[in-house]
C-alpha cells in the first residue's frame, strides 16, 4: 500500500461539517470515494477515544481497498483500530504531537506517517528524520477557518517555495479549490487535502468528481 498509495485528492473529514448537512462521516466518505477520492484522513480535534475509533472503524468498512485509511493524530487510535481489523495505513501528525521516532516506534515499519510541516526548517527536519516520514503536508495555502491553529496562508508561490525543495512527497492543505489543483501539481504537489470543499458540500460525491477531474487535467497536462 505505501509503494502505491495515491494522496491525489486526499479528504480530511470534519464531523460537524458533514453533521452539518445530516451525513455522518462514513456516510460522506463513501460519496466522496465515489466520486473520486483516493486517501482519507479521520481527523477528530475533539472526539474522546472510543468515539475515534468508532469512527475509524465505520469509515475502514466502507473504504475500497485502494484508497488509504490514515489517523490524525492519536497513534492509540491507530493501535486500537488496527488491533480489531480494521485496514488502517497510518498516522499523521503535527509539529506539537509525539515525535516522529516515537510514533514509528509505536505503528511499526510498515505503516505510512505522515507530518505536517509549514516551514523550511521544519521541511529540513522531516527530509533528515530517521523514522522515516513519508510524506509532508505544507499549508495553509489559503486562509482557511476549518482548523483553529492554521499557520499564515502562504499562497500558491509560497507552496511552491516550500515544496520543490522539500525532498519528500508534499501534500498542500488550507482552503484548496478545483482551480488549485494545476498549480500544486505544477508547483511539485502530489496531491491536495480537502476538508470543506468536500464535508461541508451538498454533495460530496460531485464535489469529490470536481477535485479528481481537476486532478487528472493538470495531469494531463503535464505529460503533453
Not at 510498515?110 to 527530509?127: F, H, I, W
Not at 508547483?187 to 470543499?197: D, E, I, P, Q, W
Amino acid at each position: 500500500m505505501i509503494a502505491t498509495m495515491d494522496l491525489s485528492v486526499y479528504l480530511v473529514t470534519d464531523t460537524a461539517q458533514c453533521a452539518a448537512r445530516g451525513r455522518s462521516v462514513a456516510e460522506t466518505v463513501a460519496l466522496a470515494v465515489a466520486g473520486g477520492v483516493t486517501a482519507v484522513q479521520i481527523r477528530e480535534k475533539h472526539a474522546d477515544g472510543g468515539e475515534f475509533l468508532r469512527t475509524v472503524l465505520e469509515v475502514a468498512a466502507v473504504l475500497p481497498e485502494q484508497v488509504a485509511l490514515i489517523v490524525n493524530d492519536r497513534v492509540d487510535v491507530f493501535l486500537a483500530a488496527r488491533a480489531a481489523g480494521a485496514r488502517v495505513t497510518g498516522v499523521h501528525v503535527g509539529q506539537s504531537d509525539l515525535p516522529p521516532a516515537a510514533v514509528r516506534e509505536l505503528i511499526g515499519e510498515d505503516a505510512v506517517l505522515g507530518l505536517s510541516a509549514a516551514t523550511p526548517a521544519e521541511l529540513r527536519a522531516a527530509a533528515e528524520d530517521p523514522a522515516g516520514i513519508h510524506h509532508v503536508g505544507i499549508g495553509a495555502l489559503h486562509a482557511t477557518r476549518t482548523k483553529a491553529d492554521a499557520p499564515a496562508a502562504l499562497g500558491r508561490a509560497g507552496f511552491a517555495r516550500l515544496a520543490r525543495p522539500s525532498g519528500l512527497p508534499a501534500v498542500a492543505i488550507g482552503g484548496i479549490t478545483p482551480d488549485d489543483l494545476p498549480h500544486l501539481r505544477e508547483a511539485g504537489a502530489v496531491g491536495a487535502a480537502v476538508v470543506s470543499g468536500i464535508c461541508a458540500a451538498e454533495d460530496p460525491r460531485a464535489a469529490a468528481r470536481a477535485y479528481a477531474r481537476a486532478w487528472a487535467r493538470a495531469r494531463e497536462e503535464s505529460l503533453a
